[in-house]
């Protein structure tokens, strides 16, 4: 029967599970398939949709629901990677999951098909999730912006929580990694009361998974490494020592640590610096792998109010706190206003510590306070729906639901190791020893009260290398203690929805019933960042950042419609459409109308042949639209400079500037000397309240294969293409006036909402503000390929399961210049992440009795990243002559990784005392990538999505 070679398509197991069953049921129930309201007993869609069941959570070997939706062949790279300890901002230590690599931005996902919460950017956190309440979890890859509204562009991951339980179990896993480090924790509890008209169940959940640090891992302990077993190439070292360094006539001096007992006052007690010898490493200092711990729990509830009307709950808390190191500060005084000797600072010549008594510039490491961050996150979520059904008419019955979602996330940044600069100013100012003998700030005239509070100072000598015994060090508590403040960023998002819809049948077709969906929704959106208080002064190491804060409201209506058109005639077994559509009017940019059409049609019983065609779209988000602002010194081009400028003399340009203009630069002559140069003053990036969203179309055609000469054998293929127009870029100084005054867009001369500049009488720019803007395009297309196979033997029950999700295309525009190709991404490697033509996921099962195994494969293609060095690299520069059309003639060296394939391993035992012990490991055979020195992902020359190790587990399974 093919619909159950649909189900064994799009669950992996489902046949096995038939395979157990002596007699199959009599009645079906109408169920919902995520991407559709109307709900039906047939379960094949127009839609491809995977589905992970609750026995695939328990034989993989993840501990979080996140960790298995990231292994899923069409999830892309990870976004705010645990392996990217610099990550910053109110989304880290969350997990998103990021369909087709278009960012998880574009994937919308939902706990039992509502929303779940939002951050100011728009990312949706799915470990707060406790695994032990999922049932299934449904992933739809195809756009359903029709269906579910925004963000639906990508695909839709709907997690379905276990209901109407009975009785009890609790459950316990543990496991590391090979090397003894990186302990995963979780202990659960699903508990359930089931009577004649209410229903409870209730999940709670402990989770913690400890860090791992980067001198651990052979691929994190130097910059350049070259394998498990051979040594790193030279090199990579930081700029800015854990010794400290100081500049004086052109060349840096650092102390002779080797000699202690110096007097650090006198120039004699210094050397050169010598690369060779003064060398620092952050990755001594920082995790490869950020910590994580969960506590988490889930309540449903179920009440018959009548016969015909139940109400139920869904209630959702989780608490989640994660951390992560880098290695302590590289203050550089130049690179600080305050500072710095240009701004009058330095290390001051009045300093008791300057050994030449004029003031210097100094570079020094905080090694003795590493950055550390620790994010915590509090979700309280719940839904309310009234649901029921009635008969009308011909006994036809009728669905419907109203309800109510409100979920709140409230977070807390704690950040520790950044300077305060206006500190660091004052501890290295003016400084002279007092009647005590103690270094006090300030001078024997006008001295400043000694202490680390308000108005005091504590005076720190950035000159003494980390581990070195004199006095007023880094190491000192009380230079720590001044010159260090915890930061605290704070922030809150709400989700506020109210929704009703209603579902049925019209009436009957030659073919079948007329299906129909319809429903309103008003949902309210606000969020809020603020940035810790000095960052957003600027008077701190840390990013500067202004805060974040805003709303907005819409409305919507949908409406879908089931047609069947043939029905049991030649060729045509089942033919028949799916049409929807949905009206979005937002308070921000206005209206948005998007449609979808789709068909099912099966030429004979063991064939289904479907297609979608639909329209998706992406509102701007909290962040989009009214984000904080940060200044910086930006390095630009400006098109009318008569030097360089590709508009210079235009008849554009000489309306705003003079004939013989310069642009100004921080130079010493004060003018460009190349083609882009940094401003000498400060410009301003934001937010843009005009963006409008973007636009969407997705296209599907694919197949289930069921045939009857072998039976548990499915195959599934679907092709698809994603095209995102209108896309949310970041904009740069240069792409505005470029725009501006070489391609005559008028309305980037001044934007009253978006990027804007203003220049004097002479020309020169005095102010730019620029933000984010509605430009070029994303595209991507590929092909997912599943088969599945189930077979039972006198020797046990085996299924094998193969997944693969092909890309054949992904590329992305960021600017509307029809000149300029876009750039391709597919097989590439950079700093964000990986786009993979090919992942694979190979399942074999076995069960028999009492005993059970899972292997599981997981392939990823070869990929290229641009060579580390060519010319003194060339073994790690494959294509030195590499050049493709979006590269418009120029030569990009890039150098070609191999692909990777990670084994895993269960063995699992059913205890006559209705237990389940499993133990396993994932990536038994303890397989490494070859380094990637574009860090994908990761703060380490190691892809971020890859497995670090062989990591060996056990879980147990208690059912009462």
Known sequence: ?????????????????????????TTLDRIEVTGSRIRQVDLETAQPVLQITRQDLETQGYSSVADILENITSAGSPAISRAAPLSSGENVGGTYIDLRNLGPQRTLVLVNGRRLGITTSGLQDVSGIPTSMVERIEILKDGASTIYGSDAVAGVINIITRRNFDGAEVGAYYGQWGEGDGAVERY??????????????????????????????????????????????????????????????????????????LNPALFSSYRLVDPARDVTFPSEQSTVYSGIERKSAFLNSIID?????????????????????????????????????AGGSGLSAGSVFNPVGVAVNYARRGWEQPREVRNSLTTFRISNALKGSFEFGDNRVFDWDV???????????????????????????????????????????????????????????????????????????NVQAYLYKPGQALSETETRAYFANLSGSIFELPAGDLGFAVGV?????????????LAQTGDSTDLAAGPTGGSYSLDEIYGELQIPLLSDVPFAQELSINLASRYSDYDTFGDTTNSKAGFTWKPFEALLVRGTWSQGFRAPTINDLFGGESQSFETYSDPCDTRFGIAAGSARCLADVPANFRQRANSASGFSETPAAQSDRAFTSGSNPGLTPEESVSKTLGLVYSPSQVEGLNVALDWWNIRIDNTIVGDAPTTVLDDCYARGIESRCSDPTGSRFTRDANGVITSFFYAGINAGFVETEGYDLDVNYALSTDYGNFRASWLNTYVSKNEIKTDSDAATPPSQSNGFSGGGGINFRLRSNLSLGWELGDFGMTWTTRYYSGVKESCLDGDSLPELCSLPNYTAPDLSGNISPQNEIGSNTFHDVQFRWTAPWNATVSVGANNVFEHYSAPMYSNPASGSAYYGGYDIGRFLYMQYNQRF
């Open 403 to 477: 309800g109510h979602l409100y979920n709140q996330n409230k977070g807390v940044q704690i950040s520790t190791g950044n300077l305060n600069t206006l500190n660091v100013r004052r501890a290295t100012g003016p400084s002279f020893r007092n009647a005590d003998g103690v270094v006090q700030c300030g001078t024997a005239a006008n001295p400043i009260t000694l202490g680390t509070g308000p108005n005091a100072c504590t005076p720190w000598n950035p000159l003494i290398p980390f581990g070195y015994a004199a006095e007023n060090s880094l190491a000192d508590p």
């Open 188 to 261: 659960d509890i699903v508990v359930g009361s089931k009577g004649e008209r209410t229903s409870l169940t209730f999940g709670a959940e402990y989770a913690k998974e400890d860090p791992v640090f980067a001198p651990d891992r052979w691929f994190s302990r130097d910059t350049f490494p070259t394998g498990p077993k051979s040594d790193p190439i030279p090199g990579g070292a930081s700029g800015t020592r854990k010794e400290g360094q100081f500049t004086f006539g052109g060349q840096n001096y650092t102390l002779r640590r080797d000699v202690p007992n």
């Open 305 to 341: 109010v009548t016969d015909n009307i139940t109400l139920e709950t869904d209630v959702l808390y989780s608490d989640r706190d994660s951390f992560a190191r880098n290695a302590g500060y590289p203050f550089r005084s130049a690179d600080f206003a305050n500072s710095s000797v």
């Open 521 to 533: 929704e008003h949902r309210q959106e606000r969020g809020s960042f603020s940035p810790d208080a």
């Open 1 to 25: 029967m093919l619909p159950a070679a649909i189900l064994t398509a799009i669950v992996p197991g489902a046949a096995f599970a038939q395979a157990q069953t002596s007699e199959a049921p």
